[in-house]
């Protein structure tokens, strides 16, 4: 899945392509996402208007247009954005087509439909449903690490868990979390309680590098990630630890371990990341 990296990588890329355009069709070719686009809803909110800028809240992508209105898109498992200077045949799983007054378009192709396509009333973005409940952003300057110190500090959850848990930071995701953890020399079975202010401060530290460092590089090479123009990310080729098991830890060359935690894979080096 797409990650804050990814998304934030689409984000910029279309900041250079929307801004000034506007949307004069709309087409729904399949509704059945993993909550069925509303058609009447996307035509009635931003048909006409100008696009103004290009945000991102955790995973989310936000178009943001004249009347305060918002697109409001979310990738899914396999979602992409496709930016088109010139027309092209639909692919099988192009599900929603937005073309503008210059006759480019801007498609939603998503193969496993989990992705999103919504709008929001001028001055309700906060309010929608899926953006109300979201945690801190790890970018953000706002977000500190006495503050996740202070959130955490009750918790008994894995920190790993805790660190994928969108209500309480958003868009680090596994790969990332794995890679962070790793950096700050954190096991990640150790419960979120135990960490220290000082221990919090190095993570969101580690966090925030990891996450720039996918961003400039374009963000992790997935098999169903690509940019608004079609081009893969490849922050995958410097990864520390995620997907080496049984490969030599990069500082002390033991060999890096994997553990399943609620379904998904951590990976650690044993000898940097000990029990705490």
Not at 1 to 14: F, G, S
Not at 172 to 201: C, K, M, Q
């Amino acid at each position: 899945m797409p990650e804050l990296p990814e998304v934030e990588t689409i984000r910029r890329a279309l900041s250079e392509h929307l801004p000034g355009r506007s949307i004069v069709k709309i087409q729904v070719r399949d509704a059945r996402l993993r909550w069925p686009v509303d058609e009447t809803r996307l035509r009635q909110l931003l048909l006409a208007q100008a696009i103004v800028g290009v945000k991102r809240r955790a995973k989310y992508l936000i178009v943001e247009f004249e009347q305060d209105s918002c697109l409001i898109l979310h990738l899914g498992m396999s979602g992409q954005l496709l930016f088109l200077t010139e027309r092209q045949p639909f692919h099988k799983h192009d599900h929603v087509i937005f073309t503008f007054n210059d006759e480019t378009q801007l498609r939603f192709r998503d193969p496993r439909r989990f992705g999103m396509v919504d709008a929001s009333a001028p001055g309700r973005l906060r309010e929608h449903p899926r953006l109300v409940n979201l945690g801190l952003e790890p970018l953000h300057r706002g977000t500190t690490f006495g503050k996740l110190h202070q959130r955490a500090a009750t918790l008994q959850r894995p920190v790993k868990n805790l660190l994928m848990d969108a209500g309480f930071i958003v868009g680090v995701g596994n790969i990332y979390a794995s890679e962070a953890l790793f950096y700050a020399g954190i096991h990640p079975a150790t419960p979120a309680a135990v960490l220290s202010e000082t221990d919090w401060r190095t993570l969101l530290g580690e966090i925030r590098k990891v996450l720039r460092r996918a961003i400039r590089k374009g963000g992790t090479t997935l098999n169903d990630f690509v940019d608004s123009n079609g081009e893969t990310g490849y922050f995958q080729l410097s990864l520390a630890v995620y997907g080496r098991e049984g490969e030599g830890c990069q500082s002390c060359n033991t060999q890096i371990e994997r553990l399943v935690q609620v379904g998904r894979s951590s990976f650690f080096c044993p000898s940097c990341q000990r029990p705490a």
